[in-house]
């Protein structure tokens, strides 16, 4: 068994809801070969999202401003945030849930939640890494560094160059 098979499916089978909807629940990435009607599919996409995030990518662009389908695929894959549709990337819980599964979706956040200290800490305590996407004034915030080179040493890379000064945050990345 294997929901990649689709692939090799004849074209008229590749329209058939119960044969698509078998493939994505085994294998999300069976999606891509689903016929494009399908991909409009609440009940398919959902499946193939819950199984592997990533999969929102070939969901039709309306399914990608749902926040049901958008918030599943980021609770599977954080980094799936990159095919949201723009709004739902300004969406806190939308955006919190995807850092906290991968903190480096943060890249993929709108602005003004990169500015966010409760979803920049929750991205950096995740992977310290993810203070490079942060907004630069929370590169200087102590809080959010110690965080973020507790988590990973190289985030020291990242902080305010006042912070690189600081014997505190240097011992905390280098321990």
Avoid: P, S
């Avoid at 692939?7 to 119960?18: F, G, I, V």
């Avoid at 999202?49 to 749902?66: C, F, I, N, P, S």
């Amino acid at each position: 068994q294997n929901g990649r098979a689709l692939e090799y499916a004849h074209e008229d089978l590749k329209k058939d809801k119960e044969i698509v909807l078998a493939a994505v629940k085994q294998n999300g990435e069976a999606l891509q070969w689903a016929h494009e009607d399908l991909k409009k599919d609440k009940e398919i996409v959902l499946a193939a999202v819950k199984r592997h995030g990533w999969t929102l990518q070939w969901a039709h662009e309306d399914l990608k401003k749902d926040k049901e389908i958008v918030l599943a695929a980021v609770k599977q894959t954080g980094w799936t945030l990159q095919w949201a549709h723009e709004d739902l990337k300004k969406d806190k819980e939308i955006v919190l849930t995807a850092v906290k599964q991968n903190g480096r979706a943060l890249e993929y956040a709108h602005e003004d939640l990169k500015k966010d200290k409760e979803i920049v800490l929750a991205a950096v305590k995740q992977n310290g890494r993810a203070l490079e996407y942060a907004h630069e004034d929370l590169k200087k915030d102590k809080e959010i560094v110690l965080a973020a080179v507790k988590q990973n040493g190289w985030a020291l890379e990242d902080a305010h160059e006042d912070l690189k000064k600081d014997k505190e945050f240097v011992l905390a990345a280098v321990k």
